[in-house]
């Protein structure tokens, strides 16, 4: 099973920052990765797919990076709607999904 | 609109079994793949099982493989999770999602449509 390990688990951020998030996969995934959103209460939202790709709709404020066994998601210019728990996922080998990093605001 | 419309939760004692529906609507059905995943009370997501368009390849972590079986209905637009054998672990939220796919040259599998889940709750 391949393990994807989300750091940090929990980050601060004031509004019209930008921030970094991490995912490393325990082996060699490619850029079979995805990010989702989840905002309390909501079910989760697709952002990214293949490691770099923006879903239809999705600011371009959102960036994601990576290949093989580290992945970034990097959000520009932080608001107060990007508060919320974020998701790696690979699909390289079946699914499995990251622990989450969650966004706060300092 | 896409629409995703789970039902079938509630509270069950441990070893009974439940079967989770998930209706769809707003797109054609039988032309996609399907899954559940779960969240537990404050934790992270966790892939379920995944199904493909006609049913004839079914897909499982070893967390739920030989409990859970998934199952689909293309002529009502519909997808199942059959929970067998539950424990206290698999209480979450359970969501149906479709695995929607976008191909340059590159196949690029996501789930794109999700619904708003229904609560398990395994206790005595």
């Known amino acids: 099973e391949t393990v994807m390990t989300q750091s940090p688990t929990s980050m601060s951020t004031s509004i019209g920052e930008r921030v970094t998030l991490n995912c490393k996969a325990s082996?060699?995934?490619?850029?079979?990765v995805d990010w989702y959103q989840q905002t309390p209460g909501q079910s989760p939202k697709l952002l990214i797919y293949?490691?770099?790709n923006r879903h239809t709709g999705v600011p371009d404020r959102f960036t994601g990076s990576g290949f093989g066994r580290d992945f970034t998601l990097t959000i520009s210019n932080v608001e107060a709607e990007d508060l919320a728990v974020y998701y790696c996922?690979?699909?390289?080998?079946?699914?499995?999904f990251g622990g989450g990093t969650k966004l706060e605001l300092k | 609109e896409v629409q995703l419309v789970e039902s079938g939760g509630g509270l069950v004692q441990p070893g009974r079994s439940l079967k989770l529906s998930c209706a769809a609507s707003?797109?054609?059905?039988?032309?996609?793949?399907m899954a559940w995943v779960r969240q537990a009370p404050k934790k992270g997501l966790e892939w379920v099982a995944t199904?493909?368009?006609?049913?004839?390849?079914?897909y499982y972590p070893d967390s739920v493989k030989g409990r859970f079986t998934i199952s689909r209905d293309n002529a009502k637009s519909s997808l199942y999770l059959q929970m067998n054998s539950l424990k206290s672990e698999d209480t979450a939220t359970y969501y149906c999602?479709?695995?929607?796919?976008?191909?340059?040259?590159?196949?690029?599998?996501?789930?794109?449509?999700w619904g708003q889940g229904v609560m398990v709750t395994v206790s005595s």
């Open positions: 082996q060699s995934v490619g850029i079979n």
């Open positions: 996922l690979q699909y390289g080998s079946s699914w499995t």
């Open positions: 707003g797109f054609t059905f039988s032309n996609y793949y």
């Open positions: 999602a479709r695995l929607g796919d976008y191909y340059d040259g590159t196949y690029y599998p996501y789930f794109d449509y």
């Open positions: 199904i493909s368009t006609s049913g004839s390849r079914t």
């Open positions: 293949g490691a770099s």
